[in-house]
Each structure stands twice: as C-alpha cells, then as structure tokens.
C-alpha cells in the first residue's frame, strides 16, 4: 500500500488560493521572496520527508532511544537529519540574513513543518525544538552568548532544548526549585532537577543546549522570581574544545508513543560545576520563555493536525482497497470497497473535517504572524492580538481532536489498525502527548477565558468576531453558502452571548466559578472558529467551481464544499449543547467535595 501522508494540492489550496500567501510579498519585511521561491521550498520539503523522514518512520518507533554509559542513543540516522536540516537553512528558515536564514514566512515555513510532521513526527522533533532554542537567544540573549551558540545550533550541530518542568511543580512554573548562585566569573551554578525534556540528551549531536528557567539565589517568591539561563551539556572552553558541565541524564522515559525522539530527566550540579548563563534580566525567564512557548503550541498543533492527516490518507487509501459488503440483497454479488459505505464516508469525513479545518487554522495564526512582522502601528497589534487570542485554541483543538480522528482512522481499518502491521496504531500513540505537550488542555482554557477573551478590556475578542463576520459577508452573496453564512452568524452571536455571561458571573463569584467549565469554554469556541475555516474554504472552492476548472479540480473543490457542509450538519451543532452547559450556573464541579470520590 502506498504510504500518502500528505496532500500536495491541498497545501497549494491553502497557501495560494485561500491564504495568497505571495501577497505577502509586496511588505518590506518578505520582499525578497516570491511564489517560486515558495514552490521551490514546499518541493524540497515534500522531498525531504519523502526520502529521510518517512522511510524511518516506522524504525525509530521500534528502536527507542535508551541510555548507555550516561549518553542517550537515538536512532542513527538523526545525525543525518540534524545535518541535512541545518546545511538546507530549515532549522534557520525563520531567521534573519544575519544568521544566515532565509526569512521565510511562517505561512511556509509552518507548512513545512506540516510535512516534516506528517512523515515523521518524531524526527522533525529534533530540528523544531533548536530552532525554537535558538530564537529564544537571538531574541534576548548577549552578542556574545548568540556568536557562542546560535551558529552551532542553526547548522544542527548543537541541539536546543527548553528545560522548564520539575518533579514537585509540573505546570505550576512558579513552584521550581532549581537554583542558580551567582558567581564573579560571568556564570551562576546550577543545581536542581529538570523532568520530560524532550532530546535533553543524544548522540545525534555534539552538544544539547537547555534552555533553563531556574531561580535566583534570594529571588522573589512565585513566578516573579524566575530567571532564564543558558545551560549546555557541555561547556565551551577558550580553545575551542567542549568539557562536561555537570548535566547528567538520570533517566530516559519510556513513553506511549512518540517514542523516536528521548524525552529525559536531568539532574543539574550534583558536583557543584553546572555552569548557568543568564539570558537578558534577572527575573525575566518566563516572559521570555513565553515567546519559545507561543511558537511551540502553534507548533504542537500543527504536529497534531500533521499526525492526524497522514492517519487519515492510510484510512483512505485502505477504504478504497479493502472489499467488504455488498450494496444490494445478491449474496452472489461482487464486495465493494468499503469506501462505498455510508459509515465509513461518515468516519472519513470526520477526519477531513477535521484535518482540513484545522490545518486552516494554523495557517490562519500563521498569517497573523507574518503580519505582526510585516506591518507597523495599528496593523501590527491587531495580528499580534488576533494570534495571542488564538494560540490556545490552535494548539488544544487540533491535540485533542486528533485523539479522535486517528482513532477514527483505526476504525476504518478494523482488527488490523489495531495491530503493528498498518500505521494507523503509531500514528494513535504518538499523537496523545499533544494534549499534555506545552500546557495541558485545562491550562489552554483557564488562559483564552481566564486572560485571552477580556485582555486589553475585549479588544482581541471584538477583533476575532468582526474577522469572523467578515467571513460571513463574503458568503452571503454565494446562494449555495449563505444557509451556512447565517448559521455561522447565529454561532458567534450565541459566542459572544455566553462569552459575556461568564465574563459576569466572574464579577460576580470570582474567577473560581468563573473557570470550572473553561475546557468546555474552549471546546465551544474552537468549533465555531473551525467553522470560520470552513466557511472561508467553501467560499474559494465555488468561486472556483464558477470558473469552469478541470474534471481533477472540480472533483477537489466539490469534496471541499461538501466537507465543510458536513462540519456545519455534524460538528457545529455540538456548541449548542455546549453553550446550554456554559450558561447554567449550578457549579456542579465545585460542589463535588474530594471526599466525596471516596467508596
């Protein structure tokens, strides 16, 4: 069976036809670029993950890393891909010339990444998070300290990490005990415990850069006192060369899936040597940090959407292979693919709704980035509003809907999915961290309501409705898509009904009271958002339809007209129920005393 993982078409669809990401273009910021640098790009990255990526994919899941003699062994070929990735600029796609990178937008870069994460997830974990490392230092770091490590990294010799959880704290960043003492030779030691940090150590690399948040000795209690260090593996010395820093690897995880890539717990300074080095002000280690975390949950997202898509092409392609059933009552009859029956229809719709969809999403945050880049003033806020608005929703509905969309993938397959030999079960495992990766989903919910929706007194949240009534406009006059522009229209008016009424009831009983339900908050507003994707599709693809295209083409748009059609008959209907639960105002969850799930 062939192993499709992604659609070529459907990534050309998003970026030119519905996200004219050439436009982009005609700013100072991107001028330098144009559509055949951008197809020249999507070429080489559909390439890659063709010839290094995919072909392993399958291998590194079975040949997990594990330690040996305190170094961590991953898959022998990472070496490969941290070389490749870094000699084709792709670790540095996002940086300046000064870097030596290429600038690209995030339209096209993310899309990459798309890919790079549908062929192989676990292998594009290793490029993703230098990358990320990275920027974290040429954003705040000293001229010294980026001539220091941002070469090695963006070359892929040197691995970048983020080092932020601890065995006591977990999500509660202003619970770290990690300490860093202040020497008078320009570093502080390091001591402390640092847990799943994912490529923490390997040999697929010369050296790992953990970026560390840790505490400075008589630092202000919570997160007020949390700094952000520089703590390599190994230390460079004068000559050039590289000396142990007293980071030890204690343990690498044994984990569900996404098993390719380590995820390792550290122990800093057991011999009072881990050498840490201060990254901008003293105090300032989350605010900083926050940046590298917007970008990886942009980014977990995308990785769940890709994992998701490359599940839905094998289920797809199995349902065309796989006779089973008749569609009349002649037992003597010849079997049809199961593709013919409505149920399975039904179950790959639900993984296209979902992977299209959502897939527009990311690119739609994609955009606003480029934006917030590109533009001055005004403009420029209103980007980067409309994406911190957006970051939770496009990183917790696209993990936890993958849960069930490759789930869904499984069914298709039946007794075999659930077996080794196809890889819709890998695909499964490795997608569930999404929703536990960079901030668990109740986290993503108490932030959009708890922060997200009232910031700068609502202003991100009128933003997102008048984007979202945009949309609506730009369908009504289409007949054929003006019932789903009205039922849109009707979403986001019931969207900011509830949204207000818990913004009260907040006023009123706390913000307590106010969060109970903030999941089920972010649920609601994450398929209405999914539904302004959809919408925006429909409308590209009959303005298409219109203009007479090819048999292939008017096959592709009419399956994008019916698949958003679908969203709006199966999966918008659920923010009904949704919103009924929102608006009661029992508490229910709060009365459940801990004693009471005692039997």
Not at 267 to 274: A, H, L, Q, Y
């Given at each position: 069976?062939?192993?499709?993982?992604?659609?070529?078409?459907?990534?050309?669809?998003?970026?030119?036809?519905?996200?004219?990401?050439?436009?982009?273009?005609?700013?100072?910021?991107?001028?330098?670029?144009?559509?055949?640098?951008?197809?020249?790009?999507?070429?080489?990255?559909?390439?890659?993950?063709?010839?290094?990526?995919?072909?392993?994919?399958?291998?590194?899941?079975?040949?997990?890393?594990?330690?040996?003699?305190?170094?961590?062994?991953?898959?022998?070929?990472v070496r490969a891909i941290m070389q490749q990735f870094g000699e084709g600029g792709w670790?540095?796609?996002?940086?300046?010339?000064?870097?030596?990178?290429?600038?690209?937008?995030?339209?096209?870069?993310?899309?990459?990444?798309?890919?790079?994460?549908a062929a192989n997830y676990s292998a594009s974990v290793f490029p993703g998070l230098t990358a990320k490392a990275?920027?974290?230092?040429?954003?705040?770091?000293?001229?010294?300290?980026?001539?220091?490590?941002?070469p090695k990294m963006l070359s892929g010799e040197w691995q970048g990490t983020m080092a932020l959880t601890e065995p006591q704290?977990?999500?509660?960043?202003?619970?770290?005990?990690?300490?860093?003492?202040?020497?008078?030779?320009?570093?502080?030691?390091?001591?402390?415990?640092?847990?799943?940090?994912?490529?923490?150590?390997?040999?697929?690399?010369?050296?790992?850069?953990?970026?560390?948040?840790?505490?400075?000795?008589?630092?202000?209690?919570?997160?007020?006192?949390?700094?952000l260090f520089i703590v390599p593996n190994r230390r460079p010395t004068s000559d050039g060369g590289l000396e142990s820093n007293d980071v030890t690897v204690t343990q690498v995880y044994h984990k569900m899936g996404y098993r390719g890539a380590p995820i390792t717990e550290l122990?800093?300074?057991?011999?009072?040597?881990?050498r840490g080095y201060l990254v901008g002000q003293a105090h300032n280690g989350l605010a900083y940090m926050?940046?590298?975390?917007?970008?990886?949950?942009?980014?977990?997202?995308?990785?769940?959407?890709?994992?998701?898509?490359?599940?839905?092409?094998?289920?797809?392609?199995?349902?065309?292979?796989?006779?089973?059933?008749?569609?009349t009552p002649d037992p003597t009859g010849p079997q049809v693919p199961i593709i013919e029956h409505a149920d399975i229809r039904r179950l790959l719709l639900y993984q296209r709704a979902f992977v299209e969809?959502?897939?527009?999403?990311?690119?739609?945050?994609?955009?606003?980035?480029?934006?917030?880049?590109?533009?001055?003033?005004?403009?420029?806020?209103?980007?980067?509003?409309?994406?911190?608005?957006?970051?939770?929703?496009?990183?917790?509905?696209?993990?936890?809907?993958?849960?069930?969309?490759?789930?869904?993938?499984?069914?298709?397959?039946?007794g075999y999915g659930y077996c080794e030999d196809f890889p819709v079960e890998q695909h499964f495992r490795d997608t569930r961290i999404h929703t536990i990766h960079e901030g668990t989903t109740g986290i993503q919910g108490m932030d959009i309501l708890g922060r997200k929706v009232r910031m700068k007194n609502g202003k991100a949240?009128?933003?997102?409705?008048?984007?979202?009534?945009?949309?609506?406009?730009?369908?009504?006059?289409?007949?054929?898509?003006?019932?789903?522009?009205?039922?849109?229209?009707?979403?986001?008016?019931?969207?900011?009904?509830?949204?207000?009424?818990?913004?009260?009831?907040?006023?009123?009983?706390?913000?307590r009271d106010m969060l109970a339900d903030a999941t089920l908050y972010l649920d609601y507003f994450s398929l209405i958002a999914a539904a302004w994707q959809w919408l925006l599709q429909a409308v590209t693809a009959e303005k298409a339809l219109a203009g007479n295209p090819s048999k292939a083409n008017r096959n592709f748009y009419q399956g994008k007209v019916i698949t958003a059609r679908y969203f709006f008959h199966y999966e918008l209907p659920k923010t009904l129920g949704l919103a009924q639960r929102l608006l009661e105002t029992d508490g229910l969850t709060l009365t459940m005393e801990t004693d009471y799930f005692l039997d």
């Open positions: 069976m062939a192993r499709k993982y992604v659609s070529k078409r459907n990534l050309e669809f998003m970026l030119y036809e519905v996200f004219d990401a050439p436009s982009l273009t005609r700013y100072p910021y991107y001028a330098h670029h144009n559509k055949k640098v951008f197809d020249m790009t999507l070429a080489a990255a559909l390439k890659l993950g063709k010839d290094l990526l995919n072909p392993i994919f399958e291998e590194m899941d079975r040949k997990a890393p594990y330690l040996e003699n305190g170094k961590v062994k991953v898959h022998p070929t670790i540095a796609a996002k940086f300046d010339e000064m870097h030596d990178g290429a600038r690209l937008p995030y339209l096209i870069a993310d899309c990459c990444q798309f890919i790079f994460t990275a920027r974290l230092i040429t954003s705040f770091g000293s001229p010294e300290q980026i001539a220091t490590y941002v704290a977990g999500s509660s960043l202003a619970d770290i005990a990690t300490t860093a003492v202040p020497t008078d030779k320009g570093y502080y030691l390091m001591r402390g415990q640092k847990i799943f940090i994912s490529a923490g150590d390997h040999d697929g690399v010369d050296n790992v850069v953990q970026m560390m948040l840790a505490k400075i000795e008589g630092a202000p209690a919570g997160v007020k006192g949390i700094s122990s800093i300074g057991e011999k009072n040597d881990c926050f940046q590298m975390m917007n970008g990886s949950r942009l980014s977990v997202g995308m990785a769940a959407i890709g994992i998701s898509t490359a599940a839905y092409y094998a289920a797809q392609e199995y349902a065309r292979q796989r006779p089973q059933g008749r569609l969809g959502a897939f527009a999403l990311a690119m739609q945050c994609c955009l606003y980035a480029d934006l917030e880049n590109a533009l001055e003033g005004e403009g420029k806020e209103k980007a980067a509003l409309l994406l911190d608005l957006l970051i939770p929703v496009v990183k917790t509905y696209p993990a936890e809907t993958s849960i069930r969309s490759t789930s869904q993938a499984i069914q298709i397959f039946g949240f009128s933003l997102y409705l008048e984007e979202v009534a945009l949309a609506i406009e730009q369908a009504r006059p289409i007949e054929s898509l003006k019932p789903y522009a009205d039922r849109l229209a009707a979403s986001l008016e019931e969207l900011r009904t509830v949204t207000a009424a818990l913004i009260a009831r907040g006023e009123e009983k706390g913000n």
